[in-house]
Nanobody, 119 residues
């Protein structure tokens, strides 16, 4: 059974930083792109960032320059470092694992972690 368990969300002020973590189990970590998506209230879920086994990264325009995705392969864990947070970053953040590295869907999803940025 595949499990993706996110942690690290919370309530912060604008300009602050947060680091999200996602621990994966039940899948071959090296065969999956790992990514982060988010869904704000009243909006569709959107792609944020992804990373492959070798560490190649890809970001949504909204994340470029502020967010950094990384992975620790021996620990089966992926991270999202978020700096200079803005109110518009408020959303539920979901970890995702996908064999193809798609930006609009994934094979597996975590349960989500809430990030709230107050202005």
């Amino acid at each position: 059974q595949v499990q993706l368990v996110e942690s690290g969300g919370g309530l912060v002020q604008a300009g602050a930083s947060l680091r999200l973590s996602c621990a994966a189990s039940g899948l071959t970590f090296s065969r999956h792109y790992m990514g982060w998506f988010r869904q704000a209230p009243g909006k569709e879920r959107e792609f944020v960032a992804r990373i492959n086994w070798a560490g190649t990264t890809y970001y949504a325009d909204s994340a470029k320059g502020r967010f950094t995705i990384s992975r620790d392969n021996p620990k089966n864990t992926v991270y999202l470092q978020m700096n200079s947070l803005k109110a518009e970053d408020t959303a539920v953040y979901y970890c995702a694992a996908d064999r193809l590295g798609r930006s609009n869907r994934a094979d597996y999803w975590g349960q989500g972690t809430q990030v709230t940025v107050s202005s």
